[in-house]
């Protein structure tokens, strides 16, 4: 089976050409002029509620985007909590974050992500010991050793 290659000519992104979309490893390794998270003044702040920022994730997707987002939105300090992906072609999504003044934008989202680190360790752990489980049930069942049927 051939692969396809894809043509985009003339697409453009920061004055940059591209010739197609990225593939394999060139969806989540870092160019060397790439940063992985990069802080943005929030323009949509008031002067009434100064507590925002976004962020931009460079080579992420909706799964990292709605993870934090959900995360975030579970302290009460957070107000509001977004993210979008400005174009389909690029792996880039965009987070923002407003809170109460109580928490800086920037702590909210440290505590989110090393809670998020924390709950996909114990979801790790809990697959695995039910994988084992079930396999070693199978095993027995099938009065087989290692696997074999």
Not at 4 to 12: P, R
């Amino acid at each position: 089976m051939e692969s396809t290659k894809y043509d985009y000519e003339g697409l453009e992104e920061g004055g940059t050409k591209i010739a197609g979309p990225a593939i394999g490893f060139e969806l989540f390794i870092l160019g060397d002029s790439e940063k992985k998270v990069a802080e943005v003044p929030d323009t949509r702040g008031s002067l009434l509620s100064p507590a925002g920022v976004m962020t931009v994730q460079t080579k992420e997707d909706h799964t990292l985007g709605n993870l934090m987002r959900s995360q975030l939105l579970k302290d009460p300090r957070v107000k509001f909590a977004g993210y979008k992906v400005p174009h389909p072609l690029f792996s880039k999504i965009e987070l923002r974050i407003q809170t109460d003044g109580e928490i800086e934008p920037r702590a909210a989202l440290i505590q989110a992500c090393r809670q998020l680190v924390t709950d996909l360790g114990t979801v790790s752990r809990e697959f695995t010991k039910e994988y084992e489980l079930r396999k070693m049930a199978g095993e027995g069942a099938n009065g087989t050793t290692g696997g074999q049927q």
